[in-house]
């Protein structure tokens, strides 16, 4: 067992806590993440044509611009109970799974993370906030530039990219021999940390959580800031960029990965009456106002 002493956080091997196909999934887990093209089914046709938009304009300017825009952390004061009701007005444009606003999913997600593990607090708090970055919808940001899947700009675009075929057509990076190669702008075993990832919520919520210097262990900020990276933890994309430390943090994501996706469905959490449970582990861990 490794201690962070700094928080007195425990911390298993992430092995340990690796476990089966989730039975709890109210459908098959095979059924998850169906990014097939129907359009006649408008649920999928947002889905495709958010990441269209996302595909064609997630260039290496345009992060470096979003990166200087929104890391300033001048946007809004809130607490995290204030930035988590926002979310009662969104719903993500990309997920196939779950039409239903996105602090529900932020409270399944959590409740089975606090079911399966109720001694890590610092897993259920994760789990409420990982989406939390998606604030950035409310103020300006399109869809494209803050949900869906993440992946990293400056070299050649993973295989396994959901619509990898034909979304990218127009993205001038695709054309640029500086972006283009298998390395591209990185050096080999660089690590996963050393990416420059398309803009999104994972990338900006783990700035978020180190500006304003949360109590949560390192390896929580690591799991949101890597929770979309599905063409690296889920798809096999990037090893060739991967450095040694890196396989510790994908086991990780992997153990979130069961929350973030198996838990969707209809069933809605009685958020009220959890609020005052949650509101120890913010206290805790992010308390008082936060700068976004």
């Not at 444009?93 to 606003?101: G, I, M, Q, R």
């Not at 153990?255 to 206290?283: C, G, H, M």
Request: charge should be negative; hydrophobic fraction near 35%; proline fraction near 6%.
């Amino acid at each position: 067992m490794r201690i962070l002493q700094e928080h007195q956080i425990h911390l298993l091997d992430p092995s340990e806590l690796l476990r089966p196909e989730p039975t709890f999934a109210d459908k098959n887990p095979s059924k998850f993440r169906d990014y097939s093209v129907d359009t006649d089914n408008p649920l999928k046709e947002r889905v495709r044509r958010t990441y269209r938009q996302m595909h064609l304009n997630q260039t290496v300017d345009f992060v470096r611009g979003r990166r200087a825009r929104w890391l300033q952390f001048n946007t809004i004061k809130m607490t995290v109970r204030e930035a988590l009701e926002k979310l009662n007005d969104l719903v993500d444009e990309s997920d196939p799974d779950l039409d239903l606003p996105n602090i529900i999913h932020a409270f399944q997600a959590a409740q089975r993370a606090r079911d399966e593990f109720p001694q890590h607090d610092w897993l259920h708090l994760t789990a409420l906030i990982h989406d939390l970055g998606k604030i950035m919808a409310f103020y300006n940001e399109p869809q494209w530039a803050v949900v869906g899947d993440t992946f990293a700009v400056g070299c050649r675009w993973g295989d396994s990219i959901v619509y990898r075929d034909d979304s990218f057509v127009g993205n001038p990076d695709g054309d640029n021999p500086k972006y283009n190669t298998e390395y591209g702008i990185y050096e080999p075993n660089c690590g996963v940390d050393n990416l420059l990832m398309s803009w999104g919520h994972d990338e900006y919520m783990y700035s978020v959580l180190k500006h304003n210097k949360t109590k949560l262990p390192d390896v929580a900020c690591n799991i949101i800031r890597f929770h979309s990276f599905y063409p690296w933890h889920n798809g096999g994309d990037y090893k060739h960029l991967e450095a040694p430390q890196d396989e510790d943090t994908k086991k990780w994501v992997l153990i979130f990965n069961r929350y973030d996706l198996y838990t969707k469905s209809a069933v809605v959490p009685d958020i009220e009456a959890l609020w005052p449970y949650y509101q120890t582990l913010i206290d805790k861990y992010l308390p008082g106002v936060i700068d976004f």
